[in-house]
């Protein structure tokens, strides 16, 4: 069964640091395009990280540039979003989510995303 399962996430202060990961099943991420969203209460969904199937091209929201990083362990086919220096701005639901390609002018888009996982809840407090 083709599959996204997240872990990580809770509650944290603001400044401190949670890390997300996103196991994968029935695909490789290696020859996948990542990327990691996030929907606060009331808002829709934006777009945090992304990476393409070289780990080397990472791209970011404004909104997390320098204080996230996403990652990828093709070992364990495990996709990560560190996220430090949290503000209470960061509480959404993160969601990863893949497809075998997307190109770069869309990598934002949610649309273009093929498999969701299934959610999981950052809370930062202040």
């Known amino acids: 069964q083709v599959q996204l399962v997240q872990s990580g996430g809770g509650l944290v202060q603001a400044g401190g640091a949670l890390r997300l990961s996103c196991a994968a099943s029935?695909?490789?991420?290696?020859?996948?395009?990542t990327a990691w969203f996030r929907q606060a209460p009331g808002k829709g969904r934006e777009f945090v990280a992304a990476?393409?199937?070289?780990?080397?091209?990472?791209y970011y929201a404004d909104s997390v540039k320098g204080r996230f990083t996403i990652s990828r362990d093709n070992a364990q086919n495990t996709v990560y979003l560190q996220m430090n220096s949290l503000q209470p701005e960061d509480t959404a639901v993160y969601y990863c989510?893949?497809?075998?390609?997307?190109?770069?002018?869309?990598?934002?888009?949610?649309?273009?995303?093929?498999?969701w996982g299934q959610g999981t809840q950052v809370t930062v407090s202040s």
């Open positions: 029935g695909l490789s991420f290696s020859r996948y395009t």
């Open positions: 990476m393409r199937t070289s780990a080397t091209n990472k």
């Open positions: 989510a893949t497809k075998e390609w997307v190109i770069l002018s869309a990598l934002e888009r949610e649309d273009q995303y093929r498999l």
